[in-house]
Every structure is written in C-alpha cells, then in structure tokens.
C-alpha cells in the first residue's frame, strides 16, 4: 500500500512562493503519471500540472509560467514550486501518482492560502 504524505502548505503574500512536497512511503514502480489539483471553497477539484514517466510537463492556463511540477525518484517525492503567487491560487492541493504497481494514490491534501 503506497501513502502519500504532502507538506509545505501554508499562508504568503501575493508575489510570494511555496514548495509543496509529496512523499511516497515506498517505492513507486512503473510510474504512469503524476501531477498536483487543487480545490477552492465552492469549486469543483482542476488538474493544475502534470508530468508524465517521460518526463513531459503540462500545466493549466492560469499557473503556466508560475508554477513548476518535479520528482525526486531517490527520494520518492514529487515537487510543486510555485512562484509568483496570487490569490485566486488559494485552495487545497492535492498530489496524485498513478502507477502499473498500485494505481492512482492521492495525498491528503494541504492548504495553500495567498492573502496580504
């Protein structure tokens, strides 16, 4: 059973930057896909960025430029750097891993609030 644990969440200024970790309690084998979404207060969950076991990226509109998604295969950790920050980026992110090993596998989710 693979557990994804997030951290780095927290409160900015807008222009500020946050590092969102996601880490993998084990190995992760035959990696499909990873990526972050997002939910606001009233809005549906968006894919925000992805990244596929090639190593190609894709990131929505709005954070496209701002925002950069990575792994650390040693350490079994996806990445989310995000720069740049604006309020309408205030939401609950989430870290998903999909894999031939064990499927989807979301994190818990941490809060992301971007306020002056």
């Known amino acids: 059973q693979v557990q994804l644990v997030e951290s780095g969440g927290g409160l900015v200024q807008p222009g500020g930057s946050l590092r969102l970790s996601c880490a993998a309690s084990?190995?992760?084998?035959?990696?499909?896909?990873m990526g972050w979404y997002r939910q606001a207060p009233g809005k549906e969950r968006e894919l925000v960025a992805s990244?596929?076991?090639?190593?190609?990226?894709n990131y929505a509109d709005s954070v496209k430029g701002r925002f950069t998604i990575s792994r650390d295969n040693a350490k079994n950790t996806v990445y989310l750097q995000m720069n740049s920050l604006k309020p309408e980026d205030t939401a609950v992110y989430y870290c998903?891993?999909?894999?031939?090993?064990?499927?989807?596998?979301w994190g818990q989710g941490t809060q992301v609030t971007v306020s002056s």
């Open positions: 998903i891993v999909n894999s031939d090993y064990a499927g989807d596998n």
């Open positions: 084990g190995s992760i084998f035959s990696v499909n896909a």
């Open positions: 990244m596929t076991r090639g190593g190609r990226t």
